[in-house]
């Protein structure tokens, strides 16, 4: 079979969903499913959930005459990449600490798997295919159940010595502050997620039914209203203190923004780059161009792309 007819199976498995796709070497998602991550019922019934994915994508697959050429997980927590193993996990995925998912994968599909964070996947898929794929170093932030990040360097993720950088939602930015499921308080997480987003309008007493979701949080504050429109500004400047950390530290050529949040565009992302530019020292409001934030161009196909894409990268 010629080489147009390969393809491998991508999965994004965050705290809430699981996300998952045949992928082309394109970076062409042919085929997609989006399954409820169900963490609650711990690491081992999680393992059979991806198990059942991947064979119902490989089924899918062989029917439509496409090649497998492996599978590819970007998985939330501190990944090996070079063990295919997931060391570290917070209360978001409880009892997914220690998961050994390369070996058990690859045993029970007989497919060869690569494992990696799922911040670290979904900013391999900007860079190969999405937003950032005009720039050798930017920095990619996701916004979700928690906060991930990645730092792309030369068009490949930047994962530090035992490859768990990018653990950028438990940097501090309050010191003292809320606790954080990772054990530390005042971590950017317990400020800047969607999840923070939530607790915040549930502290806005008499709210509960107007501001009940993200959805209904920006809608409200479209319309004009008050206690959600300050919810907005507010969840924009804790935003903007952790990015115009990053920008500080790596003073990269751009910054791309992941996560459902995205998809509220500029009436968002002008708040949050107005916070920025308001928290950066004077020498990077001077430069010639500022460094652009923009939202994610794969959407919720960045994570299921980026997994894969060392399959193909490396071999064109």
């Given at each position: 079979?010629?080489?147009?007819?390969?393809?491998?199976?991508?999965?994004?498995?965050?705290?809430?969903?699981?996300?998952?796709?045949?992928?082309?070497?394109?970076?062409?998602?042919?085929?997609?499913?989006?399954?409820?991550?169900?963490?609650?019922?711990?690491?081992?019934?999680?393992?059979?959930?991806?198990?059942?994915?991947?064979?119902?994508?490989?089924?899918?697959?062989?029917?439509?005459?496409?090649?497998?050429?492996?599978?590819?997980?970007?998985?939330?927590?501190?990944?090996?990449?070079?063990?295919?193993?997931?060391?570290?996990?917070?209360?978001?995925?409880?009892?997914?600490?220690?998961?050994?998912?390369?070996?058990?994968?690859?045993?029970?599909?007989?497919?060869?798997?690569?494992?990696?964070?799922?911040?670290?996947?979904?900013?391999?898929?900007?860079?190969?295919?999405?937003?950032?794929?005009?720039?050798?170093?930017?920095?990619?932030?996701?916004?979700?159940?928690?906060?991930?990040?990645?730092?792309?360097?030369?068009?490949?993720?930047?994962?530090?010595?035992?490859?768990?950088?990018?653990?950028?939602?438990?940097?501090?930015?309050?010191?003292?502050?809320?606790?954080?499921?990772?054990?530390?308080?005042?971590?950017?997480?317990?400020?800047?997620?969607?999840?923070?987003?939530?607790?915040?309008?549930?502290?806005?007493?008499?709210?509960?039914?107007?501001?009940?979701?993200?959805?209904?949080?920006?809608?409200?504050?479209?319309e004009g209203y008050g206690p959600a429109l300050t919810l907005v500004n507010e969840y924009a400047n804790y935003i903007a203190i952790g990015l115009a950390n990053l920008i500080?530290?790596?003073?990269?050529?751009?910054?791309?923004?992941?996560?459902?949040?995205?998809?509220?565009?500029?009436?968002?992302?002008?708040?949050?780059?107005?916070?920025?530019?308001?928290?950066?020292?004077?020498?990077?409001?001077?430069?010639?161009?500022?460094?652009?934030?923009?939202?994610?161009?794969?959407?919720?196909?960045?994570?299921?792309?980026?997994?894969?894409?060392?399959?193909?990268?490396?071999?064109?």
């Amino acid at each position: 079979m010629s080489s147009q007819g390969e393809a491998a199976i991508g999965l994004d498995l965050g705290g809430t969903n699981i996300k998952a796709g045949l992928v082309a070497r394109d970076g062409t998602v042919i085929h997609r499913l989006s399954l409820p991550t169900e963490a609650h019922r711990g690491g081992e019934a999680l393992m059979d959930r991806l198990s059942e994915i991947v064979l119902a994508l490989r089924e899918h697959a062989m029917k439509h005459d496409w090649r497998i050429r492996g599978v590819g997980v970007g998985s939330a927590g501190q990944v090996s990449r070079e063990k295919g193993a997931v060391i570290g996990a917070t209360a978001n995925l409880p009892g997914w600490a220690g998961m050994e998912l390369a070996v058990r994968l690859e045993s029970r599909t007989g497919l060869p798997v690569a494992v990696d964070n799922d911040a670290n996947a979904m900013a391999f898929g900007e860079a190969w295919a999405g937003a950032g794929r005009e720039w050798r170093d930017f920095v990619c932030v996701t916004l979700g159940t928690g906060v991930g990040g990645c730092l792309i360097l030369d068009r490949e993720p930047y994962r530090g010595r035992d490859g768990f950088a990018g653990e950028f939602g438990h940097h501090v930015v309050e010191h003292g502050g809320i606790p954080c499921n990772c054990g530390r308080t005042g971590c950017w997480e317990q400020y800047a997620s969607v999840t923070a987003l939530m607790r915040m309008t549930r502290e806005i007493k008499g709210e509960a039914e107007l501001l009940a979701t993200p959805t209904k949080v920006f809608g409200s504050a479209r319309e004009g209203y008050g206690p959600a429109l300050t919810l907005v500004n507010e969840y924009a400047n804790y935003i903007a203190i952790g990015l115009a950390n990053l920008i500080h530290l790596f003073n990269p050529q751009g910054i791309v923004i992941g996560g459902a949040v995205t998809q509220q565009g500029d009436f968002l992302f002008d708040r949050v780059r107005g916070a920025v530019a308001g928290l950066l020292l004077p020498v990077y409001k001077d430069a010639a161009e500022e460094i652009p934030i923009v939202p994610a161009a794969l959407g919720n196909d960045g994570g299921v792309i980026g997994a894969v894409a060392g399959y193909f990268i490396k071999s064109d």
